[in-house]
């Protein structure tokens, strides 16, 4: 099929972007979008353009390396999908597809649709961690954890980091990503002990990192590769409260 | 120069005891005067940055990956070992070490293996230590599954996602350490050459991606934690970054190489579908547990699977391997399908797959039973191939996975190259000629958590009062200028091919020649034809814009010139290896039923390769092994 680009195209933070039009002859629909890019890359390369940046690696939808706004949505028009896991079989011959790197202030790009997501990194720095060294942990079955509470613990722990919460969210919210960490930790014994302190930091950092505020308009769970529940932002905000109440 | 393995004196189970109680110390005082550089943030990495960080040395650690939780660990799906006997089904410590050992094919080292058994253990405690919230049973306790090559339940999970899991207790450890400072954290940055003062390994050179900057980095001990290079099949499970640059880099300074032909071949990822395709996409080998592999009984058969009555179905492995049946390793059940692929009976659009059916599971267990083992896995094939696998069987097929071969190390995990470390998938240690399930997340933890704190601080022990070392060197400076000639030299062909039209070449030479299965023929053809598509891409490799920049295309033709190399290595190591063992099969070597045939007079060794310069041909040094606790039997699954 044939299918019409319109990508960013952005030499470096400090420089303007502009969208250019791009045609592909023929795409196959079995094809993953950044199989797709792959092939418009060989084509500019070969033509002596200088070929998309775009970031990706696992190619299998859990490393959270890749993402781009598909015609203004984060991954692509199917909820909770990376965009390494998008087809073009979800689009129609002669379509139009606007492809844009992810948004938000504290994701500045770096080139073309490669966005500096390290602010997530700084997050997870300030405490989305469980203060253990390494060599003289306690026996693993010392500590039983319900099958329920695992679950739910797991449930939060899949966050695989990608962004698209931020991109989506109309404030560039990281609610969802530093809540999920938060619920993560706080739901089992080992990470309870720091979760008064891990709240107060992580939130803090947030707003350091220049992420908007949550206004619960739930887009973020939406776009959510990992399907992270909106419900974590909740039990960040409960832990919040009660971490400043007895601050 | 002969090999010293350096293991330990004394009784297999008492090795590493004895190793821990005799390793030199370092004052705390000291330890922050001493620089360590990793690289690599995957688990291996990962760990042994932030362990070594705990202890109070100062390290730098280096991935090229936007952040460190992206590194390729976090793919692993299926689960890790450990010899906890939690289900009393008889496991121990010895017997993992068995499985390992004859897993292997008999072709690894008896204290290395009988050591990653011995940890196993305590791997689990830390990483539930640190939150990696594992599958639990209703009581609160943890629960446990098998996998392929072994009858005990061993191996822990985390729904299909334990690599991640692990990854994100490990990288969280680093980051804990990062906001101490006493890790400084360089994402996106690629090591492009070792350094070595006077013999010893003392820094390297990195390409900063995001702005093209090379930047030199002194240290007293360099740990290379970069994982395996099965991407050098093009086709492959692995992330599209994975590259064997680093270790390969340092093979060119004086590390040896060490089985580099050895590549596992996955049997459950998804089939190729075109020649547009990047990469093939792992299904946990945990669902050979529930579902049953087989094939039509006619060829080329028409019918939809729902369609092909029960007696018209080929169970090979059942058939086959009665005693393990569908958990047969890795190794003979992607040869059992390539086998039955070849003959004619493949499945699905390019007659290339075997289907794996979980209808009896269903019907033994119920729909949300397997639901809630396998709903991510069910849920990925249906994103990739728009097909639901609660209804009809999904297609697999094999495909190239994770390289037992890697650098040379000794018990130590240190190299050749003094002061040089390879952890994890980067080594070659513990998995011999094929790795078992949930063995390799296993492995570059116990490297990272519990072994490099004990040997690099052994080692480190005498560098105490070695010189502070500048970065303005002048080994520092003769590297960045061979680095920087052989960036310029890829920019300067100019030519008309891509470099992923190299890889995809390189790769399906590969594939045919260095696959599944090898003939001498074939090898010698391949290395023919390698050296003439290295020729190829000096004189006509297309790479646009400039060193001074992110530029991906520089990248990926840096680890292609690489790759280039490292093909012919890998056919040479297969030529010489002229009997069959886990993943290398040798067609002239096989018994008449079509299994492996193993040579133990002649071969029961660990091919380590020196490099003797370009375009001359690389040195064998063997490596015997020398098995005092088990008996080289013939590996038999039936």
């Known amino acids: ?43 500019l390369i070969l033509s002596g353009e200088r070929p998309v940046e775009f970031d990706h690696d696992c190619r299998e939808g859990i490393c959270g390396q890749c993402g781009m706004m598909i015609n203004g949505r984060a991954h692509g028009p199917i909820p909770h999908l990376t965009t390494c896991q998008l087809h073009m079989r979800e689009f129609k011959d002669g379509d139009t597809i606007y492809v844009e790197p992810f948004r938000g202030k504290a994701f500045p790009v770096k080139r073309d649709l490669r966005v500096d997501r390290s602010a997530f990194d700084r997050i997870i720095m300030a405490g989305g961690f469980v203060s253990v060294n390494t060599g003289q942990a306690p026996e693993a079955n010392g500590i039983p954890i319900s099958h329920e509470q695992a679950e739910s613990a797991f449930d939060s722990a899949a966050c695989i980091g990608c962004g698209a919460c931020v991109a989506t969210c109309k404030n560039s919210s990281a609610a969802l990503f530093t809540a999920a960490k ?18 107060l930091s992580m939130v803090e950092q947030m707003d350091i990192e220049a992420f908007g505020h949550c206004t619960n308009t739930e887009a973020c769970e939406v776009e959510c590769p990992q399907d992270i529940s909106v419900l974590n932002i909740a039990r960040m905000n409960w832990e919040y409260t009660l971490s400043k109440v007895l601050k | 120069m002969e090999l010293n393995a350096k293991i330990p004196p004394g009784p297999l189970k008492d090795k590493w005891s004895f190793y821990k109680d005799h390793a030199r110390l370092v004052n705390p005082a000291n330890r922050k005067k001493l620089e360590v550089i990793v690289v690599g943030t995957g688990l291996a990495g990962s760990a042994a940055a932030a362990s070594l960080a705990e202890m109070g040395y100062k390290v730098k650690s280096f991935c090229f990956q936007d952040s460190a939780r992206r590194a390729h660990s976090v793919a692993a799906q299926g689960g890790v070992n450990a010899a906890k006997n939690y289900k009393n089904d008889g496991d121990s410590v010895y017997r993992m070490f068995y499985d390992t050992i004859k897993g292997g094919d008999f072709r690894s080292r008896e204290a290395n293996v009988y050591r990653l058994a011995e940890c196993s253990a305590q791997l689990i405690d830390q990483a539930v230590a640190q939150g990696v919230p594992f599958g639990r049973e209703y009581g609160g306790y943890l629960n446990n599954r098998s996998f392929g090559g072994v009858q005990v339940s061993r191996t822990f999970y985390a729904r299909g996602q334990t690599g991640q899991q692990l990854l994100l207790g490990a990288y969280q450890a680093l980051m804990r350490q990062a906001a101490a400072k006493t890790v400084t954290l360089y994402t996106r940055h690629e090591m492009l050459d070792l350094v070595l003062v006077d013999g010893k390994a003392r820094g390297i050179i990195v390409r900063n991606l995001d702005t093209g900057e090379i930047e030199r980095h002194s240290a007293n001990t360099v740990i290379l934690a970069t994982g395996g290079f099965g991407k050098i099949y093009y086709l492959s499970t692995l992330a599209m970054g994975c590259n064997a640059s680093a270790i390969w880099r340092a093979h060119k300074k004086g590390a040896f190489m060490a089985c580099p032909s050895w590549t596992q071949v996955h049997p459950t990822s998804l089939p190729q579908s075109g020649d547009y395709q990047s990469k093939l996409t792992l299904m946990s080998e945990s669902l050979r547990n529930d579902g049953r592999i087989w094939v039509p009984l006619k060829p080329e058969e028409k019918r939809k699977p729902n369609d092909i009555p029960e007696d018209e179905r080929d169970y090979y492995l059942e058939r086959r391997y009665p005693a393990f049946g569908n958990l047969a390793p890795r190794d003979i059940s992607s040869r059992a399908a390539k086998e039955r692929i070849d003959a004619g009976f493949g499945v699905g659009p390019q007659l290339n797959a075997v289907y794996l059916d979980f209808s009896k599971a269903i019907k033994e267990q119920g729909k949300e039973k397997i639901k809630e083992k396998y709903g991510n896995l069910f849920a990925m094939y249906r994103k990739i191939t728009d097909t639901d696998a609660y209804s009809e069987p999904m297609m697999i097929s094999p495909a190239a996975h994770f390289s037992m071969g890697g650098l040379w190390v000794d018990y130590e995990l240190m190299t050749t190259i003094p002061g040089l470390f390879a952890l994890g998938e980067a080594n070659f240690a513990d998995h011999g000629a094929n790795r078992l399930g949930a063995n390799s997340l296993l ?91 290295r020729e190829d891409f000096y004189e006509h490799l297309k790479v646009p814009g400039t060193e001074e920049e992110m530029n991906g295309e520089l990248e990926k033709a840096g680890r292609i010139s690489d790759y280039l190399e490292v093909a012919e290595l890998m056919c040479q190591d297969a030529l010489t290896r002229e009997e069959s063992c886990g993943a290398h099969f040798r067609e002239e070597y096989q018994t008449p039923e079509g299994e492996a045939l193993r040579n133990d007079e002649a071969f029961c060794f660990v091919s380590a390769w020196q490099w003797q310069g370009e375009d001359k041909e690389e040195r064998l040094v063997p490596e015997p092994l020398h098995f005092e606790n088990v008996e080289l039997t013939v590996r038999s699954y039936k």
């Open chain 1, 1 to 43: 099929m044939k299918i019409n680009l319109k990508i960013w195209r952005q030499t470096d933070a400090g420089s303007p972007g502009r969208l250019v039009d791009y045609e592909l002859d023929h795409v196959i629909p079995h094809m993953s979008f950044l199989e797709m890019m792959d092939t418009l890359n060989e084509q």
């Open chain 1, 182 to 199: 938060i619920a993560h930790l706080a739901k089992l014994p080992q990470g309870k002990i720091e979760s008064r302190k891990r709240v």
């Open chain 2, 443 to 533: 492995q570059a933890c116990v490297d990272g958590y519990f072994v490099a704190p004990y040997t690099v601080s052994n080692y480190l022990a005498g560098e105490i009062h070695a010189e502070k070392l500048d970065a303005d060197a002048q080994e520092f400076i003769d590297a960045e200028v061979r680095v920087r000639a052989h960036l310029g030299k890829l920019l300067a062909i100019n030519g008309t091919k891509t470099a992923d039209h190299y890889h995809k070449t390189l790769g399906k030479l590969l594939y045919d020649y260095c696959g599944l299965s090898r003939s001498r023929e074939g090898l010698v053809y391949a290395i023919k034809e390698i050296k003439k598509l």
